[in-house]
């Protein structure tokens, strides 16, 4: 038996009335729910993202669905820092010492 990382991505899903949450867990794992704001974060396969997204959006609760962007972001800060990308400019005055 061999341990395999399947890639996932997070769905937030913004509903109308979190009375239907239960409803979502057919499509994948609950991992927050804020009932103030009234939205869901749902975590599923890769593969299925397309198709759940398609068939959430069809819900009459559902007023938003939005994939979650972190799986497409790199990561690696490291080789920015080395470049010089956070570093601030040594000629620039600061706005706050104009007395």
Request: proline share 5%; no cysteine.
């Amino acid at each position: 038996m061999e341990f395999t990382i399947n890639p996932r991505r997070a769905l937030i899903i913004y509903m109308h009335s979190m009375k239907q949450v239960r409803q979502l867990k057919r499509f994948g794992i609950i991992q927050y729910q804020s009932r103030k704001q009234r939205y869901v974060v749902l975590y599923l396969d890769e593969s299925q993202v397309s198709a759940a997204t398609a068939k959430i959006n069809k819900l009459n609760f559902v007023r938003k669905v939005e994939p979650s962007y972190r799986p497409d972001v790199a990561m690696n800060f490291g080789e920015r820092v080395d470049k010089g990308f956070f570093k601030p400019e040594n000629n620039a005055v600061p706005a706050d010492d104009e007395d």
